[in-house]
């Protein structure tokens, strides 16, 4: 492998159980990616940095799933945009998603106006699903007051549901694709919670790649992705993902949503 195309990363819905999936899913593109002509492709996924930024801005980047915000703020103009997965999820449709917003269910407000003033927890100020998101559905509230007595940073969409669960927040907002994930693999963390309402839509977690990757080189990749997501070897994967197909999102379609 050359000093270029280091970094493979699909963090963003990496649960540990989902691990032997992620990587039959990431063997299974980097066979297609092969096959598309492409070389010095990673030999496995990474797992080992702490900060994806530090993958998301490397120039050793070969592919990483993104969230729109970072997408359209931290990374724009440092990398390309391949496409977008989209993900068998009821609140999802086609490359389009949600956030669902969780209280307790014992809290029973009738809707997200009688759940406010509250404590929310946030995954992260840079996330859409877990903070612009939701600041938008209070603000078109247009209610008086400060609408959150605590923020607290969780640091992780799963970290936040468990504040809600053990009473140390009182709301959140959660990216639809890990609701439905965790509540495949760790429905345990779900116990006793309720999804109050939901966000609007908004384009899905992209992949990337480099931002000096060239366009034979993005053509290829989006053809490999298309053939992986229609391999029957790799079916079960795909389904233990909740993965349904791969779709192209402009990239003005997230900046018309995420800024």
Known sequence: MSSRDQYAYLGMYDFPALHPAQDAWWFGLAKHFAGAGISNIPDALNRSVADPHDIWESPDLFLAQTCGYPLTHRLAGKVRLIGTPCYD???CDGALYRSLFIVRSEQKPEN???ALPARIAVNGLASYSGWWA?????????LKGEPFTETVI????A???DLV???RADIAAIDCVTHALIEDVEPERLTGLTVLEQSAPAPGLPYITRGDRDETDIRRMVRAIENAMEDPDLADAR???RLAGFCHVPLQEYEEIMI
Do not use: T
């Open 134 to 142: 939701f600041s938008r559905a209070v603000e078109a509230l247009g």
């Open 112 to 114: 997200l106006a009688s």
């Open 239 to 241: 389904k233990a993902l």
């Open 89 to 91: 999820v009821p609140a």
């Open 154 to 157: 969780s640091g992780g969409h």
């Open 165 to 167: 669960r053990e009473g």
């Open 159 to 161: 970290k936040s549901i």
